[in-house]
């Protein structure tokens, strides 16, 4: 079975950074790709980030300059480093593995709220 774990959620001040975590425990194997989506109240889910397995990476374009995905493949751990946050980035954030022939992993959430 599968775990992914989150960490580094919290309240920041607009301008502010923060660093989400989000390791991968058990029998995970073939990651295809992994990243992070969220979701604000009142909103659909939204792709934030992905890195693929050749080391690509994609940003909604509300994030680009801002954020930066990156990956510890020994750890099994993807992470997403936040800077310049805005009160519109405030939502629940969730990561996601896709491994094992395309089968789909979900952490539990982390929020994240932008206010001052």
């Known amino acids: 079975q599968v775990q992914l774990v989150e960490s580094g959620g919290g309240l920041v001040q607009p301008g502010g950074s923060l660093r989400l975590s989000c390791a991968a425990s058990?029998?995970?194997?073939?990651?295809?790709?992994m990243g992070w989506y969220r979701q604000a109240p009142g909103k659909e889910r939204e792709l934030v980030a992905r890195?693929?397995?050749?080391?690509?990476?994609n940003y909604a374009n509300s994030v680009k300059g801002r954020f930066t995905i990156s990956r510890d493949n020994a750890k099994n751990t993807v992470y997403l480093q936040m800077n310049s946050l805005k009160p519109e980035d405030t939502a629940v954030y969730y990561c996601?593995?896709?491994?094992?022939?395309?089968?789909?992993?979900w952490g539990q959430g982390t929020q994240v709220t932008v206010s001052s």
């Open positions: 890195i693929v397995g050749d080391g690509s990476t």
């Open positions: 996601f593995f896709r491994a094992n022939g395309a089968q789909s992993y």
């Open positions: 058990g029998s995970i194997f073939s990651i295809n790709s």
